[in-house]
């Protein structure tokens, strides 16, 4: 009795320790056919869905329990089908798109999610890509972007409501106008398709979306931009006081009822610090430039318009009213940081950028897929400070001429990761308060530092996360794993992955992390709310609780 007893409660304890150390499964589901495609309704609502599918058949199950609602052949849900070539989820009108390419007899179907019933088919539009389609909820259609026009159909119908010749491109972020049910626009070119639009220029436009006649138009400068993976636009426009703020690569201002210009402190950039991999389809870089810092009625932006000579320009941001030109920042390739703390603006030069691709590649006898986010670090390094009342320097240092990750900056403090350490700086003075070993956290050499609460440092490091008190430096937690990089971050929660494709969960505040160890290709996806990682293997679809 005793013997059993014992060896129940050496049975119990080592589920207790599986339990701390794997993330727990809320449902695991197979799949009756490959997983070669996969979109995630990341909100995770009781009542949303998602789906999985391979070239011959989908299906659509619940998020909340991982049933099946569906599963079709394409051919079964409409006729014209034969296979897919691409798939694109619009939860907020819980449709899918499938296209069939078929060198200029291109298919479109538009299903519905719930029931996986045809809604529409057409062959109409040609050439179609993901980056061309933007379902607009407020009129509950889509804009789909074509070669020589933009159209506008109903999302359960299909009907075309409209077209217009003078909007080209793909539409990007826009804001609507209840009232009158008119829509400004900035449009963009999607990764992949810079040859793709006949005519294309730069056009910010305020349109009526009933008959798509364009009240306005002008044109902005810059470029653009979603991320290839994630498809964050890399710009925000905002209407206030009967002004457009249009902020991309600076800021620009235009009248909300005119669309005239009132002001630009803009440049045009383009973010060739990094080559593409062999094979990319689709590639882009990010965080090259730091975004404008708005302080009051001041705004700060960094003119990298000259390869060879940058500068911070102060203006006012209502009038637009240039207030200092900085001295030239020279030879900087890359500025990913700049803060304004007190009465100084610090500068990071160099640094780590993020890129995001798609590539395909041959591999001996195989073509392999792949989709990949890097951080590769861009040469010169170095950080400095101006005054804000004038633009003067306030000092430069020479100690990260060898390497930056990043900075990133809290009320009172300037902090600096080298890759190796962790340096305080005094903001007013450039004085070093401190010089902490990265590896101190264990974890190894930093590979980037991210702001936590008012005071706290976190280290995503070679092998797992620690934290830092950013006032003195001090050690305050560390979580040793194995070689990986950053996935995701939602607060205090950090998802690290192994080139595997195995899984972390880091609780910030203490260390600790629950582990999944996926299969090597898993693809993977993170709730919004952090809470849940829907993982995606060969026929297994496994959702995870994070915390």
Known sequence: MKKFLLITLLALATQFVVAQDDMTIVWEAKMGHQIDYYGTDISDKDNSYSFAA???????????????????AYKDI??????????????????????????????????????GALRWNTDKYQDVTEGAVV????????????????????????????????FIGTVGKYVYN???RTMVM????????????????????????????IIWENTYVGRAERKVITRTFLYDLDISNDKVFLRMNGMQVYDYNTGANLWSAAFDYTADVVKAPQGATKFGVYGAVAEPVIVGEDIYVLDMSNKRSQYVKKYDIQTG?????????????????????????????????????????????DWITEWGVTFPEVKPFGVQALNTTD??????????????????????YYIVCSGKALYGIDIN????????????????????????QDHIVVVIGEKGVSTFDAANGDLISSGKYKTSTLFDRKDDLVIMVTDKADLAAFDVDTGKYKEFKAKKGAGNSLTSDGEHLFVYEKKVITKLKTR
């Not at 003075?429 to 936590?452: F, R």
Request: hydrophobic letters at 40%; a neutral charge.
């Open 429 to 452: 003075t450039g004085e070093e308060k401190y010089e902490v070993p990265a590896a101190k956290g264990g974890v190894g050499q930093a590979s980037l530092i991210l702001p936590y």
């Open 321 to 365: 009213k240039l207030i200092w030109t900085s001295m030239e920042i020279k030879g900087a390739r890359a500025i990913p940081g700049m803060n304004v703390v007190g009465n100084k603006v610090a500068l990071q030069i160099g640094g780590r950028v993020e890129t995001q691709f798609h590539r395909r590649y041959r591999s001996g006898d």
């Open 391 to 412: 633009g003067t320097l306030a000092w430069e240092s020479e100690k990260f001429r060898k390497g930056i990750t990043n900075s990133i900056t809290f009320d009172n």
């Open 135 to 166: 379902y607009v909820p407020e009129e509950e259609g889509f804009a789909i972007s074509l070669k020589k026009e933009l159209v506008f159909i109903k999302a359960h119908t299909g009907e075309e409501v409209w077209s217009t010749s003078k």
């Open 78 to 115: 409409a006729p014209k089908l034969r296979k897919v070539d691409e798939l694109i989820a619009f939860w907020e009108s819980n449709t899918i798109f499938l296209f069939d390419r078929k060198m200029g007899k291109d298919q479109i179907a538009c299903i519905d999610m719930e029931t």
């Open 54 to 72: 391979d070239d011959k058949k989908i299906t659509v199950f619940k998020n909340a329990d991982g049933s099946m609602l569906w599963t079709k």
């Open 186 to 213: 900035v449009n963009f070119m999607p990764s992949g398709l810079m040859a793709f639009f006949t005519g294309f220029k730069n056009q910010i436009a305020r349109i009526n979306m009933t008959n798509g006649d």
């Open 178 to 180: 209840s009232i009158d």
